[in-house]
């Protein structure tokens, strides 16, 4: 029986779950939707992997992050709790020994987390400019009828790059469509919308941090070639994207599970029988104080499993506080 770890990452766009040894090996992966039902992306994604499987294992430890990191925790019975911070730089370290810089950028948020000595020494994120995430190049993509897939690929053939202002996405939708009725070609917009998301990027979370390498870009748009030419001539250094870029902070969370089953800690995985499970969810004001708390409930088959939200802590006596903050 192989001993394996499982690391769960819920966002807004996609939930991600991954499956690693004891060596370090992806035994499996799933990168889904989430499609604002995190409850059936986590489910449906630990279906694929216990599917996928066709070895007897042993799940020695737990780990989730992301947006939904302690919903996941209370469905699947997570031993460890981790921002994404963490997770995308502990992920990293196991890629590139040494790593200085790491570019995560996602379908709804974007991160650069800078580290010295191994150690994470200071991060910016962006959680509300979309300009700078993967559903800007998704809509845009969409809106010169190609796939997105594609879309890297055609930057890589523009022989004269247009300029497209970047620092909004509705000013860059815009100077977009005006590059194209001035009859520009396809190559060089989506080249120049690869630098404007790239210069938007360097210049929102980039501004006044020293930016050496090696250098990692991870997350689902590190898949786009134009966008990792257009970061490399940005900044004039190579920039490196692990096999599993798309899972990294998944993967991050297989680590630090296993770390935490290395000290003897006990699992308190909840099996794959989950996906079998029906959960509801509610939101509950409490009207106790001038507060207002939205608190959430969590009931699986029936019984109530767990309520966070609360600020005076009245509410969430079920939930565990593992969270742990770099």
């Given at each position: 029986m192989k001993n394996c770890y499982l690391g769960i990452d819920v966002g807004s766009v996609s939930t991600n779950?991954?499956?690693?040894?004891?060596?370090?090996n992806i035994m499996g992966k799933v990168y889904t939707k989430t499609q604002g039902k995190p409850i059936d992306a986590i489910q449906r994604g630990m279906k694929e992997i216990k599917t996928a499987i066709k070895e007897e294992i042993k799940v020695k430890g737990v780990g989730t992050t992301g947006s939904g990191r302690q919903l996941a925790a209370m469905i699947v019975g997570a031993d460890v709790v981790k921002n994404e911070i963490t997770a995308h730089g502990i992920a990293a370290l196991n890629f590139v020994d040494g790593v200085r810089t790491i570019l995560e950028i996602g379908g709804q948020?974007?991160?650069?987390?800078?580290?010295?000595?191994?150690?994470?020494?200071?991060?910016?994120?962006?959680?509300?400019?979309a300009a700078g995430t993967g559903s800007f190049l998704d809509r845009q993509a969409s809106r010169l009828d190609i796939a997105i897939q594609d879309f890297g690929k055609m930057a890589l053939l523009s022989k004269n790059p247009v300029r497209i202002a970047g620092r909004c996405a509705v000013f860059a939708e815009s100077d977009m469509i005006h590059k194209q009725q001035l009859g520009h070609n396809q190559e060089d917009i989506i080249k120049g919308l690869c630098d404007a998301l790239v210069r938007n990027f360097l210049n929102n979370l980039g501004k006044g941090k020293e930016i050496v390498g090696p250098i990692v870009f991870q997350g689902g748009v590190a898949a786009n070639v134009g966008i990792k030419q257009s970061f490399e001539e940005a900044l004039g250094q190579e920039v490196l994207v692990p096999p599993h870029h798309d899972v990294m902070g998944a993967i991050g969370c297989c680590l630090l599970a296993r770390e935490h089953a290395a000290k003897g800690h006990l699992t308190e995985f909840k099996g794959f029988d989950i996906i079998n499970s029906g959960y509801n969810v509610k939101g509950i004001e409490c009207q106790d104080c001038a507060n207002l708390c939205e608190v959430i409930e969590i009931v699986q088959d029936g019984q109530?499993?767990?309520?966070?939200?609360?600020?005076?802590?009245?509410?969430?006596?079920?939930v565990k506080k593992k969270e742990k903050l770099a």
């Open positions: 779950v991954v499956l690693m040894d004891d060596n370090n948020d974007s991160k650069i987390i800078l580290l010295k000595n191994n150690v994470i020494s200071d991060f910016a994120m962006n959680t509300v400019c109530i499993m767990a309520r966070w939200g609360d600020k005076c802590g009245k509410w969430n006596s079920l």
